[in-house]
């Protein structure tokens, strides 16, 4: 559902009229990317003839992906052999056209092609040139290849993460790479910033992302409590109640939360309690306040227990699957999902999680096959396309 009184249909994206060069792999990058074709850039991804690893990433249909349709929807492809002269010629005809280049290579792969900032700003002063790397594009660590899970444990986070899960001593295996999308989304607003900036100076810049700091912002009291002791609680704060057939998430964050939840579980006498009644002493007691709260949530269903503390006004949430969020009808009510096309026919994809009441946020309307605009893009610049000979 639009903004009220917003009529997207005639409405352009923020950035309409940009154009990005798109030389990113796997997530963090390609994410970066497609937020930009979002708010309405052209995204020109440059593939090799054999195609990005995720092309091939599960599930794929009629030999499609939709996991890389997620992540590179609404964009072009062009094909290019970057280790050719034609290839860098080609590129370096886009770049003399293009405000944003966006790149994840480990650093010192694009300055070996002759296609590094350095090289390519005599060409476009006023490009904006992202790089994506795990450590960054100098220092000790710099060359060291990087994914996400690396990246997770690199930073400290798993450890962190391990301190939440009593009596365990393994960390755990994490499929979910919140470096990629974390950093992706930071080099998202490191462009912006630097687009805003060009308006002033006429020029652009280099942007040196690095995931292992991009990772580092999400352990912020951990990051804290590295460099001053802090007494951790019995139990975590936040974590799983059980109820009679599930779990359901509450978080106690303010006085007010926790005098309404003592209200719902009929322990208002808690309030003035001395084990509980001060934060601090309530840290210390953690555990016996989970106990009394599932003594009160184990006899109810997690649906039950939403309900009651939903009505006392108290945060929670039963723990659902991807598939039981997805069906949530706030999720309906924000058009938070976009159906999409490929080859292979339709799927759907994640819109970006704001709204403008003056600008169309949406996602493209097709993720492209390999190589689908490289004819249209390369004669545009006056390139050679495969087996071509350029006008150069």
Not at 72 to 98: F, I, M, P, W, Y
Request: aromatic share 6%.
């Amino acid at each position: 559902m639009s903004l009220v009184g917003n009529d997207e249909s005639r409405l352009t994206g923020c950035f309409a009229g940009l154009r990005v060069l798109d030389f990113s792999t796997t997530i963090a990058g390609p994410h970066c990317a497609r937020m930009l074709a979002d708010m309405g850039a052209e995204v020109i991804k440059i593939e090799s003839a054999e195609g990005e690893t995720m092309r091939i990433r599960p599930p794929v249909r009629g030999g499609c992906s939709t996991a890389f349709g997620q992540l590179n929807v609404g964009k072009k492809s062009v094909v290019l052999d970057l280790k050719s002269a034609d290839g860098v010629e080609a590129v370096r005809r886009l770049v003399s056209t293009a405000d944003i280049l966006v790149e994840n290579f480990r650093p010192g792969v694009m300055t070996r092609l002759g296609l590094d900032d350095a090289s390519l700003r005599a060409l476009n002063p006023r490009l904006i040139y992202c790089s994506i790397s795990g450590y960054g594009q100098t220092g000790p660590s710099a060359e060291l290849p990087a994914y996400a899970p690396v990246i997770h444990a690199a930073s400290g986070y798993e450890m962190a993460h391990l301190a939440y899960q009593p009596g365990r001593s393994r960390p755990d295996y994490c499929g979910i790479y919140h470096a990629d999308v974390v950093t992706g989304t930071y080099a998202f607003g490191a462009i912006a910033s630097a687009l805003y900036q060009r308006e002033r100076t006429g020029l652009g810049q280099h942007i040196d992302c690095s995931m292992l700091e991009s990772m580092l912002s999400l352990t912020l009291t951990e990051i804290q409590g590295a460099q001053f002791t802090i007494e951790p609680p019995q139990r975590p704060p936040f974590g799983p109640a059980e109820t009679s057939d599930g779990y359901v998430m509450i978080a106690i964050a303010s006085e007010k939360t926790f005098q309404n939840l003592m209200g719902v579980i009929g322990r208002p006498d808690w309030v003035e309690d001395p084990r509980f009644a001060r934060y601090a002493d309530r840290r210390r007691h953690w555990g016996e306040l989970m106990d009394g709260v599932e003594a009160w949530s184990t006899s109810l269903t997690t649906a039950e227990c939403v309900a009651a503390l939903s009505a006392g006004g108290v945060p929670s949430s039963a723990y659902r699957s991807v598939a039981d969020a997805l069906a949530d009808p706030q999720l309906a009510h924000r058009d938070a999902l976009a159906e999409v096309t490929d080859a292979a026919g339709t799927f759907k994809v994640v819109n970006l999680p704001f709204r403008m009441s003056a600008a169309k946020v949406a996602a493209g309307a097709r993720a492209a096959s390999l190589g689908e605009h490289t004819a249209e893009v390369l004669q545009e610049v006056g390139a050679a396309g495969p087996g071509e000979r350029s006008d150069r």
